[in-house]
């Protein structure tokens, strides 16, 4: 079982939908998890951290964790053009500072 | 200059030289990662430096060889590497390696080996 899972994609949106983005993790013990964007031919950046179950806001982008059902997604709304890229969902284990990244999901927003 | 900084940005290289990739951050940061990003694959975590000490080698083959100076420069050394090496080398530094410290990116060195 891979460690980090998210939806194959690609993703393609209509410029102005949402974008919803799922991640699956096995660790349950993990705390910290992470989105990262990646452009086609540059490096990750992070979007959004989450550390609590919930929802957490950050303009366009929304991170909601659940910690009992191992699962943590990145909503875009309104998405743009400029929003097309590779989405990395990351998750810090519980016994150590590793990062573990799942293969990404590649989102197109169509204008 | 700021953030984090690799060079070269490209790099070709034959099996039997030898190169070396450069990493500095700027950010005033502890740790520092080398990972290794290949087509339709996740990233892979290759080494861990925490405080100049080398706290992780995941499975790595010999023919990488990381330096750690001080705290905000990484080299990764290259010898007799092998054409699957070929891959998106990224480095990452955080504040420390223990709870939820957020990891930046430097903008990567883009390897062919021939």
């Known amino acids: 079982q891979k460690e980090v899972e998210q939806n194959s994609g690609p993703l393609s949106v209509p410029e102005g939908a949402i974008a919803s983005l799922n991640c699956t993790y096995s660790d349950r013990g993990s705390q910290s998890f992470f989105w990262y964007r990646q452009y086609s031919g540059k490096s990750p950046e992070l979007i959004m951290s989450i550390y609590s179950n919930g929802d957490k806001e950050d303009g366009r982008f929304t991170a909601q964790l659940n910690k009992a059902s191992q699962y943590v997604s990145l909503l875009i709304r309104d998405s743009q053009p400029s929003d097309s890229a590779t989405y990395l969902c990351?998750?810090?284990?519980?016994?150590?500072?590793?990062?573990?990244f799942g293969a990404g999901t590649t989102v197109t927003v169509r204008a | 200059e700021t953030g984090v900084t690799q060079t070269p940005r490209h790099l070709v290289m034959g099996m039997t030289n030898k190169k070396s990739l450069k990493c500095e951050q700027h950010?005033?940061?502890?740790?520092m990662y080398w990972y290794k990003q290949s087509a339709k694959k996740p990233l892979e975590l290759m080494f861990v430096?925490?405080?100049?000490?080398?706290?992780e080698n995941n499975s790595v083959p010999s023919r990488f060889s990381p330096e750690c100076p001080n705290s905000s420069h990484l080299f990764l050394h290259l010898h007799t590497l092998q054409p699957e090496d070929s891959a998106l080398y990224l480095c990452?530094?955080?504040?420390?390696?223990?709870?939820?410290?957020?990891?930046?990116f430097g903008p990567g060195t883009r390897l062919l080996v021939l």
């Open positions: 990452a530094s955080s504040h420390a390696t223990s709870g939820g410290e957020t990891q930046y």
């Open positions: 430096y925490n405080f100049k000490e080398q706290t």
């Open positions: 950010l005033g940061h502890n740790a």
């Open positions: 990351a998750v810090k284990g519980s016994n150590d500072y590793k990062l573990s």
